[in-house]
């Protein structure tokens, strides 16, 4: 039988998708854009008649008909990172969250230790050969395939179809639905003086050559905007996005001295423009692979002067980063900061750069701060961390001291709150 035919035989309405999934089981679905909208509209409209089935997923952008407390106990989400839709859940209760690295969800899934019962995911269209590839989002979405009783795509033409480790068969497929619905675009965020100035004293710091880390954010896109200027930079990320390409296009991005798989851009998702999905698709420089490939910090970590970007929304005086939530209330997730922080650090000329603005609220609150808000979720340890950069400078912490630490910490926070910072040092023994 031709895979055409195989194919055909596959073919279902999405309304008929929900029909895959069973009382208590566990749906798996990709990173942000990799979502599949139709199946999951479909399985919105049908919640009520299932009971105990949850929606896991890192970074959902669309705000579905089971983000609804009222009907939790029939079809709820289950985060493994919180985004603008779920957040509000979250930090309401009605959804729970999973502590882990990024890299690892993979391996909790092979191991059992996470349920994987039906995937849907969307997919680029199939080739010759009877492969759809999941362009958008490898993720843990691959190690999710493997386990799942049921396999349903959502097959796009939209869709890049994104070389690398993010292939699956025909033959591997339950059902698919077809649609030609345009592949929802996140825009850049926006970028102001305090971005700026941040992104200035990263990039004054990478060097031609380096290969790059670049989290998604404000300050991580104003450091991309202002190394349009540098040589022969390599890619070795979690996402790709609309800021790396333009990277690309400048010259800066050539990927010709990496020296773990040379030549190659290499990401675990996408999230961007339409124009970012074309560049995707079929491009030989670009692979997109599973997370627990990208993110691991030993494989990561084989690029010489690998440099990793992330944002935080708080740092303490000796280094600890909590970058995911407000005291103990969720904001975001562990995400791949941690992994990409370890893998600078064993990387042969290796920079990892936490970024964060020195106060927050109209400058009325300090993001350099004595200690930790009282529940903040520790997502850097002190023991970790590398260099500190806000507007107003660059703190080196690795190899420092406690004390060290505090007064590297405390010159690059707002002025106003410099008093009051050497104060608490003070009394912590710090200074």
């Given amino acids: 039988m031709s895979y055409q035919s195989i194919y055909q035989q596959k073919r279902i309405a999405a309304t008929d998708a929900p029909g895959f999934v069973k009382d208590g089981d566990t749906i798996v679905v990709p990173t942000g854009v990799g979502e599949p909208p139709a199946l999951l509209s479909a399985l919105s409209d049908q919640r009520r008649n299932f009971r105990g089935v949850r929606v896991a997923q890192i970074l959902p952008l669309r705000k579905f008909g089971y983000f609804d407390p009222q009907t939790a106990e029939h079809v709820r989400h289950f985060a493994y990172f919180f985004g603008g839709a779920s957040r509000p859940g979250g930090q309401d209760g009605w959804i729970d969250y999973l502590p882990a690295y ?38 843990y979405t691959m190690a999710a395939i493997r386990r799942a009783r049921a396999v349903v795509l959502e097959v796009n033409p939209n869709v890049p179809f994104a070389n690398g480790n993010c292939h699956i ?81 400048a010259g800066a991005v050539t990927n010709r001295r990496k020296n773990y798989h040379a ?51 708080q740092v303490d005086l000796i280094g600890q980063c909590g970058s ?5 209330t969720p904001y975001s997730g562990t995400g791949g900061q941690a992994d990409f922080v370890r893998a600078a650090n064993r990387s042969l000329g290796g920079k990892s750069f936490i970024v964060l603005p020195a106060t927050a609220k109209n400058d ?68």
């Fill in 102 to 139: 990024f890299s690892e969800v993979p391996t909790l899934l092979d191991r059992d230790l996470l349920p994987a019962d039906v995937v849907f995911t969307m997919a680029s269209s199939m080739d010759e050969h009877g492969f759809f590839s999941l362009g958008l989002a490898a993720d």
């Fill in 169 to 249: 068969h025909v033959s591997q497929v339950t059902a698919l639905v077809e649609s030609e619905d345009p592949v929802m675009e996140v825009g850049l965020p926006q970028i102001g003086p305090v971005q700026e100035a941040i992104g200035k004293y990263v990039a004054d710091l990478i060097p031609d050559g380096a290969t790059l880390q670049i989290g998604y954010g404000g300050i991580p896109d104003a450091v991309v905007m202002q190394l349009t200027h540098k040589h022969d930079l390599g890619i070795h990320t979690e996402m790709v996005g609309d800021g790396i390409m333009t990277l690309v296009e």
């Fill in 263 to 313: 030549g190659k851009m290499l990401a675990t998702f996408a999230l961007g423009s339409k124009k970012l999905y074309r560049f995707m698709d079929r491009n030989p420089a670009v692979e997109i692979h599973p997370v627990d490939f990208t993110n691991d910090p030993f494989r990561a970590g084989r690029n010489d002067n690998l440099i990793t970007i992330n944002a935080t929304m």
């Fill in 324 to 328: 995911e939530t407000l005291g103990h």
């Fill in 364 to 431: 009325s609150i300090s993001r350099i701060v004595p200690v930790l808000a009282p529940g903040t979720h520790v997502t850097t340890s002190k023991n970790d961390i590398n260099y500190v950069v806000t507007e107003f400078g660059v703190a080196q912490l690795r190899g420092k001291s406690a004390k060290q630490r505090a007064e590297a910490l405390i010159a690059i926070a707002h002025p106003d709150f410099r008093g009051e910072l050497r104060d608490h040092a003070r009394k912590m023994k710090l200074l």
